[in-house]
């Protein structure tokens, strides 16, 4: 999605496997120490940034070159339109910082809150079976299990507010970046501090959910807390901000909703999925909230009946997210 869809890249799959496989290393030691030495994790990120660097201005340049049959304009595109009408024509590594500031912003976080949501839906199968009954009387999901075709709509999925309250749970347990960073426009005091103009702040979502006084039970998994009847994000601007606020507040907000919306609907009506390791891995939260291994899930396809299609080798049973 970020590659082709917001950045408009017309990679081969064998190529743009490879740079997956480099972004991934490159991801691994973004928060390395500052240590350039053979081997340090530092210095393989450097090298893998690099490598990514390279694709993506062969990519940009492609991309520059043919603009023709196109009748949209992705975030590339608006961004290089934008500092044209500041006056200001961007330069190759402008363009190429900001192509891995792209995907980065689009790929790391919303893996993380896709893994959040399916190690969720794994602890809480109650949840699971309500969001089910929403689709089925929603009409997405038969009685039967079947998943009806051509019914998941943009107005289709605004229609599902349990699922909504589903995705913001997750959003508000496990956000996948820890906080974000301010520059001090005007000295201000708080609790009897003076903050001085143009200092740097750094604001923590995960510590704001954690003790916002609007939440109840805070480490609960608890869906129901933002249905009407108890609407606890509703009080004050602050207290539930997994994409940040004010003008800087995440672009793909919305994209990244609907993205994890559509995989829980997706979850929900065509598959059944278990646990494939005896415990649930340990989390860490650097560079962004991730399964220290992984999360290994084992996947089976169901028939009109419910029932699992089970694959031929058990191989094919499993996949890590």
Known sequence: MAIRVLLGFSIPEEDLGHLFEVYQQFVENVFSLPVDLPFSGYRRGIQARQILQKGLEKAIREKLQCTQGKDYSDALDILIESSKEHGKEMTMQELKDGTLELIFAAYATTASASTSLIMQLLKHPAVLEKLREELRAQGILHSGGCPCEGTLRLDTLSGLHYLD???????????????????????????????????????????????????????????????????????????????????????????????????????????????????FPRITLVPVLHPVDGLSVKFFGLDSNQNKILPETEAMLSATV
Request: aromatic residues 12%; hydrophobic residues 40%; contains cysteine.
């Open 165 to 279: 309250c589903v995705i913001k749970e997750v959003m508000r347990l496990f956000t996948p970046i820890s906080g974000g960073y301010r520059t001090v426009l005007q000295t201000f005091e708080l609790d009897g501090f003076q903050i001085p103009k143009g200092w740097s702040v750094m604001y923590s979502i995960r510590d704001t959910h954690d003790t916002a006084p609007v939440f109840k039970d805070v480490n609960v998994f608890d869906p129901d807390r933002f249905g009407q009847a108890r609407s606890e994000d509703k009080d004050g601007r602050f207290h539930y901000l997994p994409f940040g606020g004010g003008v800087r507040t995440c672009l793909g907000k919305h994209l990244a909703k609907l993205f994890l919306k559509v995989l829980a609907v997706e979850l929900a009506s065509t598959s059944r999925f278990e646990l494939a390791t005896r415990t």
